[in-house]
């Protein structure tokens, strides 16, 4: 059996999940008749302490949906250098909503409002206007990285004040919120409109939520159905959405202690280098540069010994944990990074 760090998007549902599938009450979602999403959309728009909620299929479509609701064609969105919507997603902030990222870098993800407030601009002759700050936390790919509350709630205070929206991409907020020890309503309370996954640590086999007022969801569902999102009887998947959403929240801690100790296990290896204090959540990102191989090299050596993971950068690997690797196979992933660091050209 291969060790599965390359995401935790690889969970698969669990037995109760399949149970739920099989069970749900289903109507078509079009016309806003299946039960089991309209009951997923107002436990969401609950936890999160805003007016609605929106079921979408993807994280990406629910950032683009974020993205869209809060700008105008021609406008520039605000985000950190090394975010998921500005790197992973197809360039859909252009696509879709006419939209210029303008990055701003934060070595560790953490993006504060010392450092977007300048680059928040008026229209003018020349420049475009800043219609959207969109964060990320926690940040992927920094390491998993949290945003506390207080450096969110100055940025979007700051922004608000200006008539800037914030949309958080909070893929894993739910990660962010254990790593607090606070509920991510309060983590949340000031952000415009939050994007979180169902299918990453929470471990729905698909599916995103998008938070935000009743006005906003109201028009991201039209916007849903021109990306042909419109999903029908969607029910059988809200239904694990429901289990992940009220379930597996109390168990992330869990998947951060695993994080930890691949962190320490492979600060330990000769070759392999991290940043200590760097892994607060589930991602642990490691530098294989003392080893003499790329980051893809290295994830191929960890694949001859069976553990799955994904180079992100030159000289970077990337593990994941979740509920689908347990401690054992975290300790036998340290042993075959070590392996495979003795068996590097450069040490050999
Ligand atoms: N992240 C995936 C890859 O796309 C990189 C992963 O394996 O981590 N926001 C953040 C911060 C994400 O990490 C992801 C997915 C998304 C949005 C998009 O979610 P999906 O894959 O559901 O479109």
Request: with cysteine; glycine share 10%.
């Amino acid at each position: 059996m291969m060790i599965d760090l390359r995401s935790d998007t690889v969970t698969k549902p669990t037995p109760a999940m399949r149970e739920a599938m099989r069970n749900a009450k289903v109507g078509d979602d079009v016309y806003g008749e299946d039960p089991t999403v309209n009951r997923l959309e107002r436990r969401a728009a609950e936890i999160f302490g805003k007016e609605a909620a929106l079921f979408v299929p993807t994280g990406s479509m629910g950032n683009t949906l974020g993205v869209k609701l809060h700008t105008q064609h021609g406008q520039e969105i605000l985000c950190e250098a090394k975010s998921h919507v500005m790197n992973y997603e197809l360039a859909m902030a252009g696509w879709f909503a006419g939209c210029l990222c303008r990055t701003v870098a934060a070595g560790n993800g953490i993006l504060t409002w010392d450092m977007v407030c300048k680059h928040i601009k008026p229209l003018s002759p020349h420049w475009a206007p800043t219609g959207l700050i969109s964060l990320e936390n926690t940040h992927n790919m920094a390491g998993g990285t949290v945003t506390p509350k207080a450096v969110l709630d100055e940025i979007c205070d700051g922004a608000h004040a200006l008539g800037v929206p914030v949309h958080l991409d909070g893929a894993r907020v739910f990660n962010a919120a254990t790593a607090l020890g606070i509920p991510v309503r309060e983590l949340t309370a000031k952000v415009d409109t939050v994007m979180f996954c169902l299918s990453k640590g929470l471990g729905a086999p698909v599916g995103s939520m998008l938070t935000g007022t009743r006005d906003a969801m109201d028009r991201a569902r039209l916007y849903r159905k021109r990306l042909g999102g419109g999903m029908r009887q969607a029910g059988v998947l809200a239904a694990p959405g429901l289990i992940a959403l009220e379930e597996m929240p109390a168990r992330l801690g869990e998947d951060h202690a695993n994080a930890r100790l691949l962190a320490d296990g492979v600060a330990a290896i000769p070759g392999l280098t991290i940043e200590p204090g760097r892994t607060q959540t589930n991602i642990v990102i490691f530098d294989t540069a003392g080893t003499g191989l790329t980051g893809a090299a290295f994830a191929a050596a960890l694949g001859e010994r069976g553990v799955l993971c994904n180079a992100v950068s030159e000289r970077g690997v990337r593990f994941v944990t979740h509920y689908d690797v347990s401690r054992a196979a975290c300790e036998a992933a340290i042993g075959a990074c070590a392996e495979a660091a003795q068996a590097a050209p450069a040490l050999r």
